[in-house]
């Protein structure tokens, strides 16, 4: 999807809600409608017949660059007053889940009423990746298998900490064209299993450990999210059956992606299987969420989902059953929706494996 289109699909969603311009505030947002690649210092103003990208005289050059959109240099106060003044007499659609209340309060002051209010306003725009998106994110996937591999080569052992194997993966990840990490790097080995987000630490890795990798390279803005357990020589019961249990959940859940699953019979495929093997009640998260500019967006795999698959999304599909005090482990893929089911975008081989 060009800029263009882009800013067309965000006149029509404001239409829809009832506006005749829109302030967007959120990064992930004002990066998607310009391509300033520093959108927490930035903001986007799109009126019926213009689009503006405002930030500060630090990004003068920068700006200029990437932008797609007409560029405004303002600081301080004066971006708001700038803004104001391009959407006078309009009705003002905002982000309300993301401006703060001191930022709302001062627009409603000057507009002499309260802005439209909105949460989600960009959501359904964004959920289908165009073809270029889905090539950043295929990059980072590839970039992220790539890590992974290093870190099994070597790295990944007894007798190193959490957090020097999380630093290898961000390097490995930054000196081959990574723009860094999609998240804080989680590594998770031992009782420190059991933490879904268990981000690595000091603790020493030993023998008889599930270590639970979770990670993803950012190409381009887009994220990257790939989860992996690897043995730290032969594991013991119950996490052993556990690995086996999952797999077959997170296996059985990519075969059921396609378009027309609906979020809900998706998380059921995975929590069935797991409730067979007696381990639903440990099962702690929902099944999956979309990925792109944004680690975690939409649609959404859950129970509680109103999302329906369709080809163009991608989404991350990772069951996982975690009991504090003995351990626990996730498998995770990127798994691009095509128009007759599904490809696998995480490569990384996912079967027990010892190191």
Same mark, same amino acid.
């Given at each position: 999807?060009?800029?263009?289109?882009?800013?067309?699909? !965000?006149?029509?969603?404001?239409?829809?809600?009832?506006?005749?311009? =829109? @302030?967007?505030?959120?990064?992930?947002?004002?990066?998607?409608?310009?391509?300033?690649?520093?959108?927490?210092?930035?903001?986007?103003?799109?009126?019926?017949?213009?689009?503006?990208?405002?930030?500060?005289?630090?990004?003068?050059?920068?700006?200029?660059?990437?932008?797609?959109?007409?560029?405004?240099?303002?600081?301080?106060?004066?971006?708001?007053?700038?803004?104001?003044?391009?959407?006078?007499? !309009? /009705? @003002?659609?905002?982000?309300?889940?993301?401006?703060?209340?001191?930022?709302? /309060?001062?627009?409603?002051?000057?507009?002499?009423?309260?802005?439209?209010?909105?949460?989600?306003?960009?959501?359904? %725009?964004?959920?289908?990746?165009?073809? #270029?998106?889905?090539?950043?994110?295929?990059?980072?996937?590839?970039?992220?298998?790539?890590?992974?591999?290093?870190?099994?080569?070597?790295?990944?052992? $007894?007798?190193?900490?959490? +957090? #020097?194997?999380?630093?290898?993966?961000?390097?490995?990840?930054?000196?081959?064209?990574?723009?860094?990490?999609?998240?804080? +790097?989680?590594?998770?080995?031992?009782?420190?299993?059991?933490?879904?987000?268990?981000?690595?630490?000091?603790?020493? %890795?030993?023998?008889?450990?599930?270590?639970?990798?979770?990670?993803? $390279?950012?190409?381009?803005?887009?994220?990257? #999210?790939?989860?992996?357990? =690897?043995?730290?020589?032969?594991?013991?019961?119950?996490?052993?059956?556990?690995?086996?249990?999952?797999?077959?959940?997170?296996?059985?859940? =990519?075969?059921?992606?396609?378009?027309?699953?609906?979020?809900?019979?998706?998380?059921?495929?995975? /929590?069935?299987? !797991?409730?067979?093997?007696?381990?639903?009640?440990?099962?702690?998260?929902?099944?999956?969420?979309?990925?792109?500019?944004?680690?975690?967006?939409?649609?959404?795999?859950?129970?509680?989902?109103?999302?329906?698959?369709?080809?163009?999304?991608?989404?991350?599909?990772?069951?996982?059953?975690?009991?504090?005090?003995?351990?626990?482990?996730?498998?995770?893929?990127?798994? !691009? =929706?095509?128009?007759?089911?599904?490809?696998?975008?995480?490569?990384?081989?996912?079967?027990?494996?010892?190191?």
């Amino acid at each position: 999807m060009s800029a263009s289109q882009r800013l067309r699909a !965000l006149r029509a969603r404001s239409r829809e809600l009832g506006a005749d311009a =829109v @302030l967007l505030s959120a990064p992930a947002d004002v990066r998607w409608a310009s391509g300033f690649t520093t959108p927490a210092d930035a903001k986007v103003v799109v009126t019926p017949d213009a689009a503006t990208l405002v930030t500060d005289d630090r990004y003068t050059a920068q700006a200029a660059e990437e932008s797609a959109i007409e560029v405004l240099i303002a600081g301080g106060h004066r971006q708001l007053d700038e803004i104001l003044e391009r959407v006078a007499g !309009l /009705r @003002l659609a905002v982000q309300a889940d993301h401006l703060t209340w001191k930022v709302a /309060r001062d627009i409603e002051e000057r507009l002499g009423g309260p802005p439209l209010a909105t949460e989600g306003l960009t959501r359904p %725009l964004r959920l289908v990746k165009s073809p #270029d998106e889905i090539e950043r994110l295929r990059e980072a996937a590839r970039l992220t298998d790539a890590a992974f591999a290093h870190v099994l080569d070597g790295t990944l052992r $007894a007798g190193v900490r959490e +957090v #020097d194997v999380a630093l290898e993966i961000e390097r490995f990840v930054r000196q081959n064209g990574g723009e860094g990490m999609a998240f804080d +790097v989680i590594v998770a080995g031992g009782h420190r299993s059991a933490m879904p987000h268990g981000v690595a630490s000091g603790r020493v %890795l030993e023998r008889g450990d599930l270590v639970t990798l979770d990670f993803g $390279a950012r190409v381009d803005g887009y994220h990257a #999210d790939m989860t992996r357990a =690897v043995a730290i020589g032969p594991v013991a019961e119950p996490l052993r059956g556990w690995f086996d249990a999952v797999l077959r959940a997170q296996e059985e859940a =990519v075969a059921a992606i396609r378009p027309g699953l609906s979020g809900v019979d998706g998380d059921k495929v995975a /929590r069935d299987r !797991l409730e067979e093997a007696g381990l639903a009640d440990l099962f702690v998260h929902s099944l999956g969420h979309g990925v792109g500019l944004q680690i975690h967006e939409g649609p959404s795999l859950s129970s509680r989902s109103t999302d329906v698959l369709a080809s163009g999304m991608v989404v991350t599909v990772e069951p996982g059953v975690y009991r504090p005090g003995v351990g626990g482990l996730r498998i995770e893929d990127l798994v !691009l =929706v095509t128009d007759d089911g599904h490809e696998v975008l995480s490569r990384s081989p996912k079967a027990y494996v010892e190191v």
